[in-house]
């Protein structure tokens, strides 16, 4: 380096000042201020120097002289480092508390890790007599954190043991030296480009309610709507989409009615038995139109009629306001005889994880609210199961009385009682065991191909299993109310 000399001179104060800068405070400064000019060369890459001029208000050339506060000057970047140690590697960029109190404690708490950590590094490059700026403020870290679940697990009396361990944290901690890089420094830049949302500059609560009015809520749980058919390639909520908007907002007239606002939840029922609207009619509200191809013109029409009974239902004489607000939850893992293609789709993984043995590991819940009693049944389950009027038809693979008795409805309490199907799984369709048609001769007049429902159902052992511990869950799930 060269020190060309540098000589004091005064620095008067501006009459324009920047905009974050008040009139009171440039009051308070002297009009001039004498300070010291500072010019020196450093080395830059490819053997080159880069002039650097700076001002000072050190004036005293004895007491500070050029050549120490350019070297100051070049040892700026391990300033840089030693902050980005503090916020970005010990995380005290992103402050969560809340209080002034406890920010000020959060702050000391990063400082004192900070120095800890900084001391260990001190220890580190004395014992080993290894520079300290050549140790790693991360790799410390890391090491520390290595180390400490070994020592914490030996007890007091082991001093020898735990003296030992320490040494070799710190022997651990000198054999990883950064490279020498003098001279460096970094563009502040950032080289990973951020997501493209606003920042977060007001408390999350109110923008939560914001969103919230600007949004229409609706929420649809595990649903089985078909009314647009097979060769729908959209993604879409079918009718209980325009079930669940007319009922927060209403239909239109003719023959219309208010919505009633709010927030309106969509669950799945009872889908088995080849309960479907695809070969159905469903006539308009206008009392002239008809629908009965897919379209959304169908599941519109059909959504709309669905919600005029809801919403009539709802301001009937027969609904009451519920008043308890009582929550309760129930739930058991179950494990389901698996046979036939589903119980091969379920061996290889393709349909549903674990396989145990031929059995399928699936789950039942009850959940209380209020008044409101909920059996969750994980697949398409047959209504007569819930509501009773199992068959045993002539022709049926397993003649007998109907095993899946008494209906579980029959067996919830609650003054309101749903079923949700498809509940946290798809096992496919569930049937009464004495109902299965799979093998000739066939059952309900069919002559030349089994039931629809036997090609996509799990098996015919998996409707009792699960009658058999939904009661047992519900009775468990009654008895501790």
Same mark, same amino acid.
């Not at 020898?160 to 001279?183: C, G, S, W």
């Not at 923008?207 to 749980?221: D, N």
């Given at each position: 380096m060269t020190w060309p000399p540098a000589s004091p001179g005064p620095w008067t104060n501006p009459k324009t000042r920047g905009r974050n800068f008040t009139s009171e405070q440039g009051a308070a400064l002297p009009d001039t201020l004498t300070v010291r000019l500072l010019r020196f060369k450093i080395p830059t890459a490819a053997s080159r120097c880069q002039e650097v001029i700076r001002v000072t208000t050190l004036l005293d050339r004895q007491l500070w002289p050029l050549q120490l506060l350019a070297q100051w000057y070049a040892r700026r970047w391990k300033v840089e480092l030693h902050l980005d140690d503090l916020k970005t590697t010990l995380g005290m960029d992103q402050l969560s508390c809340l209080s002034p109190q406890m920010v000020e404690k959060e702050l000391q708490m990063h400082t004192i890790a900070y120095n800890l950590i900084r001391s260990l590094m001190a220890e580190a490059a004395s014992t080993c007599a290894v520079p300290l700026d050549r140790l790693s403020f991360k790799g410390t870290l890391d090491t520390a954190r290595e180390y400490s679940r070994i020592i914490v697990?030996?007890?007091?009396?082991? #001093?020898?043991?735990? !003296? /030992?361990?320490?040494?070799? @944290?710190?022997? *651990?901690?000198?054999?990883?030296?950064?490279?020498?890089?003098?001279?460096?420094?970094?563009?502040?830049?950032?080289?990973?480009?951020?997501?493209?949302?606003?920042?977060?500059?007001?408390?999350?609560?109110?923008?939560?309610?914001?969103?919230?009015?600007?949004?229409?809520? #609706?929420?649809?749980? !595990? /649903?089985?709507?078909?009314? @647009?058919?097979? *060769?729908?390639?959209?993604?879409?909520?079918d009718f209980s989409g325009y079930w669940r908007d007319a009922v927060e907002n209403g239909v239109p007239e003719p023959n219309g009615v208010k919505g009633l606002g709010g927030m309106c939840i969509y669950f799945q029922g009872l889908v088995g038995g080849l309960m479907t609207q695809l070969h159905t009619t469903v006539p308009h509200r206008n009392g002239v139109d008809k629908f009965r191809e897919p379209s959304f013109e169908k599941a519109q029409a059909l959504g709309e009629n669905l919600a005029i009974l809801t919403v009539n239902a709802l301001r009937g004489e027969k609904a009451w306001r519920p008043t308890d607000t009582r929550v309760a939850v129930a739930a058991k893992t179950i494990f389901a005889p698996m046979s036939g293609l589903s119980g091969c789709g379920v061996f290889l993984g393709l349909v549903h994880p674990g396989w145990y043995w031929g059995k399928g590991k699936t789950e039942l819940d009850v959940i209380q609210i209020g008044d409101l009693e909920m059996l969750t049944i994980p697949g398409e389950m047959y209504p007569e199961i819930a509501e009773g009027g199992i068959e045993s038809p002539a022709g049926a693979d397993y003649p007998s009385p109907p095993i899946e008795v008494p209906p579980l409805r029959s067996q919830m309490k609650g003054k309101l009682n749903m079923m949700v199907g498809l509940a946290n799984d798809e096992l496919g369709y569930i049937i009464p065991k004495s109902q299965w048609d799979k093998k000739p001769p066939y059952a309900y007049g069919r002559t030349k191909a089994p039931q629809y429902g036997e090609e996509n159902s799990p098996g015919p052992d998996v409707a009792p299993t699960i009658h058999r511990e939904a009661l047992a869950l519900l009775k468990q799930f009654q008895a501790a109310q």
């Open positions: 697990r030996l007890p007091q009396s082991h #001093r020898h043991m735990r !003296q /030992r361990i320490y040494a070799d @944290l710190l022997a *651990a901690i000198a054999a990883d030296p950064v490279p020498e890089r003098p001279n460096r420094y970094e563009p502040r830049s950032q080289k990973y480009r951020r997501k493209a949302f606003p920042n977060l500059v007001r408390p999350r609560a109110i923008l939560r309610q914001e969103f919230f009015k600007r949004s229409t809520p #609706r929420k649809t749980i !595990q /649903r089985h709507p078909e009314t @647009l058919g097979g *060769a729908n390639s959209l993604l879409t909520s």
